[in-house]
Structure formats: C-alpha cells, structure tokens
C-alpha cells in the first residue's frame, strides 16, 4: 500500500509559532492532519531593542522540538518555515535561524527558517486566504488583511489574480501594545497616540494599495479569529464556525473597541481567548477600529473571516517544489 506523500509548513511570526500537516491524495487535493499554534512571543521587547530576547529564544527552540516530534510521527518529507516580522528586525537573528536548522534537519537535511518579505508574506496569506472563496471572489476585488504581532499586510486582487497590489504595515498587536498601550485598560492618551499611528499607517497603505474599490474583506490571523469567534458570540474558540464566516464591520468594530477598555484578566474571561494573546489584542483592536472605519466611510458592510491564510500558503508552496 502506497502512503500518501506528507508536507508540513510552519509560520513564526511575532507573537506564535504555528505547524500545519498534510497529505496530497492521489487526486492532487489536500487532506490536513495536523494544525497547531504555540505562542512564543518572539517579538517580546525587539521593537526597543533590536534584539531577540534570550527567554523568546527559548521558548522557539522549545515549540521547534514539539513541532519537529510531531512531524517525525506523521512522517513528513518536507517543511518549509517562514519567519516574518520580528525575524526581519532583530539583530541576533542568526540564533535563531540555527535553532531553527537543528529542528528541521531532523526532516530533511540542511533546512533552515527562510525569512519572507513583506511582499512575499502579503502573497502568501491572500493564496491561503482565499482558497475557500469560491467562484465569487474571482470576480471581486478582494483585500485580505493579515494582522500580525508585529506587521499587518494588506494586498489587493481578485481571486483569479489579474490585480496584485500588497503593502506590509510596521503595525501589529504586539508592537503597537509595547510601544503605546502601557497600561490595561490603555489610558485615552495611549489610546489617542497609538491611533494616530495607525492612521499614519493607514496612510502609507492607501499610497500603495487602492483599498478605494475593493468589494471584500477577508481578515486572516489569529487577532481576526478571536474577534471572529466574540463577534460570534461563542463561549470557545470554534474554528470551523469562524472559517469563512462574515460578520457587520459595524459589529467587528465594537467588538475591537470593548476588548480594548478590557483589562486582561478580563479578556481572558472570555471563552475563545488564548492566554497569550489577551495582554497583546488591545494593540490589534486599534488597528481593527482604524481599518473597519475606513471601510465603513467607503460603503462597505461587511468582512469575511478565514481560518486559512500564509501557512496555507506556504504548504502549497512546499507541495510544489516537490512536484
């Protein structure tokens, strides 16, 4: 009997670590076996210091052991890890990338973390994003946002591809909450600078993206996910119930305005709340405020939520370099 080839993708961004696994059956489609997420907050203090922290080192390497056992027992042939944001800022990076090739040599010889562009991540997460879509979004011009721990991309085509305009934003939960939101609940006057970059941002999106005529929002990301399941009203985190689910952008908003006056033992009250996100949403809420209201003023009603986005996108990408 012939086993199906098996491929893993992780992404590390600022804030998590995450493993997807599958298999390609016999008729070149997709059958996920495994999908993880492991906070390690390696972005903890890198916007101040430029450096990754030992303790967020640690902590890498430790979910990189998990995440490399766990592919030795579904017997993966090949893995790509893409490291983002707070990769492409830190000073003692290399550290990293030579944990990261202690891991995954365990699979396949002489792998290694490659870093992704802002471009690249952007492109990636849109493929993972709209690949339930359907038909629709072939005619739709589409924005897919991926809000991160340390950087938001926004990029702009249709499904189909015959529009490609991407923009990674130096904005994320992570960042924005250690750089402006120093107390929970933030004070106004946090709130009020941290808003105002936003919007510079927001700026600096609008020069190189046309959000202008778009006709969708898809929200990816684990900040988007947990609004989603709020929003919802669910009292767990329910993948299946938030994977293209499509929500008011007036009711997304006030979900992100309460979870910022939260303290964060109060948003951790809230069922489908990861421990490890509950001190750093706040930052998030912010930019989801900024965006939900823009979209708003240009007549927009509504945003799709996906499950799947840059590590979707990065396990197609390992599927066909192995043909």
Do not use: W
């Given at each position: ?24 059956l ?19 203090g ?50 990293f ?14 792998l290694?973390?490659?870093v ?13 994003a ?14 897919v ?34 750089r402006?939101?120093h107390?929970q ?5 946090e ?11 927001m700026?600096?999106?609008?020069e190189a ?30 993948p ?17 305005r309460e979870?910022?006056?939260?303290t ?25 405020d ?34």
């Amino acid at each position: 009997m012939t086993t199906a080839p098996r491929f893993a993708a992780i992404d590390c961004g600022t804030n998590s670590i995450r493993l997807l696994i599958a298999e390609v059956l016999p008729d070149g489609s997709l059958n996920e076996l495994n999908r993880d997420n492991i906070i390690v907050r390696l972005g903890q203090g890198v916007d101040a210091t430029g450096r990754f922290a030992d303790e967020a080192l640690e902590r890498v390497d430790a979910a990189l052991s998990t995440y490399a056992d766990r592919m030795v027992e579904y017997s993966v042939q090949d893995v790509m890890m893409g490291a983002t944001s707070a990769t492409r800022d830190a000073a003692n990076r290399e550290e990293f990338f030579e944990i990261s090739k202690r891991h995954l040599g365990r699979i396949r010889s002489g792998l290694s973390a490659e870093v992704i562009t802002g471009e690249r991540e952007a492109e990636l997460s849109f493929n993972g994003a709209v690949t339930d879509l359907g038909a629709l979004g072939d005619e739709e011009r589409v924005c897919v946002i991926d809000l991160g721990g340390g950087s938001t991309e926004f990029v702009v085509r249709t499904a189909s591809g015959s529009v490609n305009e991407s923009y990674s934003a130096n904005m994320g939960c992570v960042r924005l909450t250690e750089r402006y939101l120093h107390t929970q609940p933030p004070a106004a006057s946090e709130v009020a600078e941290a808003e105002a970059f936003v919007q510079q941002m927001m700026g600096d999106v609008q020069e190189a993206v046309d959000l202008s005529a778009v006709d969708r929002v898809v929200g990816v990301a684990g900040t988007m996910t947990t609004m989603s399941s709020l929003t919802l009203g669910l009292t767990e985190y329910d993948p299946e119930r938030n994977h293209m689910s499509e929500h008011s952008l007036e009711d997304f908003r006030a979900t992100a305005r309460e979870l910022l006056a939260r303290t964060t033992e109060q948003r951790m009250e809230l069922g489908p709340m990861h421990p490890g996100r509950a001190d750093v949403i706040g930052g998030g809420a912010i930019v989801v405020d900024v965006f939900t209201t823009l979209f708003l003023e240009q007549g927009l009603k509504f945003i799709t939520v996906s499950e799947k986005d840059i590590l979707d996108g990065i396990l197609a990408e390992v599927v066909r370099r192995n043909g």
